[in-house]
């Protein structure tokens, strides 16, 4: 390991995964060396792939696809031509029948039944009239944008599988936090100028529209070691089976880690320090110890664990989705990945197909603690009681286990958080990135712009962390201000007696204008075309009396049409906006479930 004296920056990143592995990225850039220190055999964390038997897998599934320029700049430069343009195809499986989301109206009709449907309707309608006041709970949140039936039957079971407590237990936070940039603004803004999916600007296209994204061929753990590559051979250290075992501090300044590996322990010094190592697992590792008030407090947040059982079968195509959501109660399972569907060079017989069957669980309880091979019989068993392979099929398996895949948001995390963040933010000389480093459950492009941020406070920058968000344009939401202010006026509503007003005094100045010119123009037969509104005017003739009785019924008329033309305008302005406001919310469906 690299040791004091080298350089005036002397930096060291706990972890191994997007975040530590971007900082040193950033760094390296900029001329910086790095020491990085992965407790793990492999680079990439939670966005690491597993080669079993040369069958690629992933911890969960990582689409890449961002809007945050300088992270999809990264991913280029890292890959470049090793990026494939995938359809993206997901569905929930729910009482034995597929849906589609957002909702299809024939598709739910089908899946539901019609009394099913029906009641769904009339709850939406019942939470839009009558909404909860408190927003506390994901729970509440959800019924308040989907109505109660929907909750219960499409978020209720998968939710509690996934993290295992009661809805009423999550956070409303979660939710909010997850689903942005979803605004009924940017959902008019895409009907005006359309989604740009397809060779436009991705900057300009709402996350949940997205059906396609780029995916690298050989799996997210390929960018991860192609990073780890390429700052290795520029100086940096990528430091595997590292485990940091203690953090020195003193005067709120890191002075050193204590560092086991290969069975030795050692002192790491650093003049910087970047973490994303679980927020809970640095705090106990303080030394000195921190006080009783913050220890506790870091014991509090709590992480939701995760393990898939990938199963090879001896199919060529069992279903066309990328993955598929489990909302089946009678099964363990909560997602099953289709990796042949992210990339065909995941599985090297095409002949065949590997799912990664997905369980949600905590560290050390009945599921966690099972045998390999039982779970995979168990996951054969589901996989057959789905209807999706049968166990004869299935040649072969393998597990993996990935503790604190997920930040739970309960109902103490925010209080205990806020204490951590109080201590930590003492620390001169020490930053926190990614999803377990700040305890945010976020997206890799977001964990990667944190450690972008990170690197830049070393050389000199003074971002706060805590306030980045995966879906702002940061600098680029400036110019899209205008654009912002062209669609609110477009969409605004249309003030019905101004209007009217203004079309009645124009129809009415310009008959009487055309009224009194024929009248000074004087002949022989005056306006005899003119003439003709005296049918329609009564009373009206080209003379200076008739100009003010043509203006008095050209103003009543102009008026009348005026006043209708705005109303329905303003009637069926409003219908479409009801439209995409109900798209917006179905569209918030498949957000709230691709965030899990």
């Known amino acids: 390991m690299r040791k004091e004296g080298i350089s005036d920056k002397q930096v060291v990143i706990i972890g191994g995964g997007p975040a530590g592995l971007t900082a040193a990225y950033k760094l390296f850039n900029a001329g910086v060396e790095s020491t990085v220190l992965e407790q793990d055999q492999t680079v990439g964390g939670i966005s690491r792939t597993v080669n079993y038997k040369n069958y690629y897998f992933d911890i969960g599934g990582h689409r890449f696809f961002t809007k945050v320029k300088s992270v999809e700049d990264m991913w280029k430069e890292v890959l470049g031509k090793d990026f494939l343009l995938r359809d993206r195809l997901s569905r929930i499986y729910y009482n034995k029948k597929f849906f589609y989301y957002p909702l299809r109206p024939f598709n739910a009709l089908l899946g539901l039944g019609i009394w099913n449907s029906i009641h769904i309707v009339f709850s939406y309608l019942y939470s839009q009239l009558f909404p909860s006041k408190q927003e506390e709970t994901l729970e509440q949140w959800v019924s308040n944008r989907f109505g109660k039936r929907l909750f219960r039957i499409f978020f209720k079971t998968y939710t509690e599988k996934v993290w295992g407590i009661s809805c009423n237990e999550v956070r409303a936070e979660w939710a909010a936090q997850r689903i942005k940039g979803l605004s009924l603004i940017t959902a008019l803004k895409n009907a005006l100028i359309g989604n740009k999916n397809n060779g436009g600007s991705k900057k300009d296209v709402i996350k949940t529209l997205i059906d396609q994204f780029d995916y690298p061929k050989f799996g997210p753990g390929m960018m991860w070691k192609a990073v780890s590559d390429i700052i290795q051979k520029n100086g940096s250290e990528v430091c595997l089976g590292a485990k940091v075992e203690g953090i020195l501090w003193s005067k709120n300044k890191i002075e050193a880690l204590e560092v086991k590996r290969n069975g030795k322990t050692e002192l790491v010094h650093g003049t910087d320090f970047i973490s994303s190592m679980p927020i809970r697992e640095a705090i106990q590792k303080f030394k000195p110890a921190v006080t009783k008030e913050v220890l506790d407090a870091a014991n509090d947040l709590k992480y939701r664990d995760f393990l898939t059982v990938a199963l090879i079968i001896k199919k060529d195509n069992l279903f066309p989705d990328n993955w598929i959501y489990i909302h089946d109660p009678d099964v ?193 037969v005056v306006g005899p075309t003119l003439g003709l509104l005296g049918q329609f005017f009564l009373g009206y003739s080209v003379t200076v009396k008739g100009a003010f009785i043509g203006m008095a019924f050209s103003f009543f008329w102009g008026f009348f049409f005026g006043w209708l033309f705005a109303y329905l305008r303003n009637f069926f302005l409003a219908f479409h906006i009801y439209l995409v406001k109900r798209k917006l919310e179905l569209l918030r469906f498949r957000d709230f479930f691709d965030h899990f």
């Open 332 to 524: 363990k399972v909560g997602r099953i990945q289709n990796y042949k569907n992210w990339s065909p060079h995941m599985v090297p017989d095409q002949n065949h197909t590997c799912l990664g069957l997905e369980y949600f669980c905590f560290e050390g309880d009945d599921l966690w603690t099972t045998p390999d091979d039982e779970l995979i019989e168990l996951g054969k068993r589901e996989l057959e009681a789905l209807g999706f392979a049968n166990k004869a099929d299935v040649e072969d398996g393998t597990v993996v286990r990935m503790p604190k895949a997920y930040p739970i948001y309960d109902s103490t995390y925010q209080e205990s958080l806020d204490v951590v963040r109080r201590f930590l933010g003492r620390m001169k000389n020490l930053q926190l990135v990614g999803r377990n480093g700040m305890h945010k459950y976020n997206n890799q492009d977001h964990s990667m712009l944190t450690a972008m941020l990170a690197a830049e406070n070393i050389l000199g920058a003074n971002h706060d962390l805590w306030k980045v968000n995966v879906e702002q344009e940061y600098h680029e939401e400036i110019k899209e201000v205008d654009l912002d202010k062209l669609v609110m006026r477009v969409f605004s509503k249309m003030d019905k007696l101004g209007f009217a007003t203004a079309v009645g005094s124009v129809s009415g100045l310009l008959i009487f204008l055309a009224t009194i010119f024929l009248v000074l123009k004087g002949g022989k």
